[in-house]
């Protein structure tokens, strides 16, 4: 977005840019599950989840999330959780990746596997920006009207993905990237340049350190992507 009148600089944003923030939750089928637009560009992406709604709501488990159950050729329960990057704090509900690129060969893979699953979330972001053109240009409105042109966005998204009689001219075949034995093959989002270029990546800041519980709900899960009944088997030429 351009420099807000009088409000520059609490809108200036790591990158030397004004923007505010959209934080999302995004499902398999690249739905927004839920979203929060509005914070201004200088606070972090940890930040703005500590002070959103969906924080709370699941630190006090008041969305009624499934019950643990084991994995696929497992017997021990896992928790369902919420992928994120590396910019949030790890918790018993919320994965993200180990930190650093000197990492041991299985904590690599499951950052492979994280960072696959976290494609989906950049694909719905790719199409709404590909299909809704306002957003590949800094906007001169107000952060008040931005906010709502956003959250229309995300709503007609949502709309034109899931009815019948959209979704095939909304989310056309090849729109998504999709993979051939772990090879990319680009969406067509991506032709042309690279629409989501003016969504500017949050800043990863300083988390606290991680409970025990948290720490063993991610071993689980890397323990899981490397057993016979959870990898993949070209995840191994990734890492």
Request: hydrophobic share 40%.
């Amino acid at each position: 977005m351009k420099a807000p009148r009088n409000k520059g600089s609490l809108y200036f944003n790591y990158k030397g840019t004004h923007s505010i923030v959209l934080l999302a939750l995004v499902d398999a089928k690249y739905k927004f599950l839920y979203v929060d637009v509005g914070c201004n560009g200088r606070i972090s992406d940890g930040g703005v989840y500590a002070i959103c709604s969906l924080s709370r709501a699941l630190e006090n488990n008041m969305l009624n999330m499934p019950k643990p159950r084991p994995l696929p050729g497992e017997s021990e329960d896992a928790p369902f959780v919420v992928i994120a990057d590396d910019a949030f704090a790890l918790t018993s509900y919320l994965l993200k990746p180990f930190p650093f690129k000197n990492q041991p060969g299985f904590n690599r893979v499951f950052n492979y596997r994280i960072s696959r699953a976290r494609r989906v979330v950049e694909n719905a972001f790719g199409l709404i920006s590909a299909r809704f053109r306002v957003l590949r240009r800094p906007i001169d409105l107000p952060p008040e009207k931005f906010k709502k042109i956003v959250l229309a966005i995300c709503s007609l998204h949502n709309f034109l993905l899931t009815q019948k009689s959209s979704a095939y001219l909304y989310a056309q075949n090849g729109i998504f990237d999709t993979e051939n034995d772990g090879n990319v093959i680009n969406g067509s989002w991506r032709n042309g340049g690279n629409p989501i270029a003016n969504m500017v990546p949050l800043q990863t800041t300083n988390v606290r350190n991680p409970s025990k519980t948290a720490k063993e709900v991610r071993e689980q899960f890397k323990n899981y992507f490397v057993s016979k009944h959870g990898e993949v088997a070209w995840q191994y030429k990734y890492i």
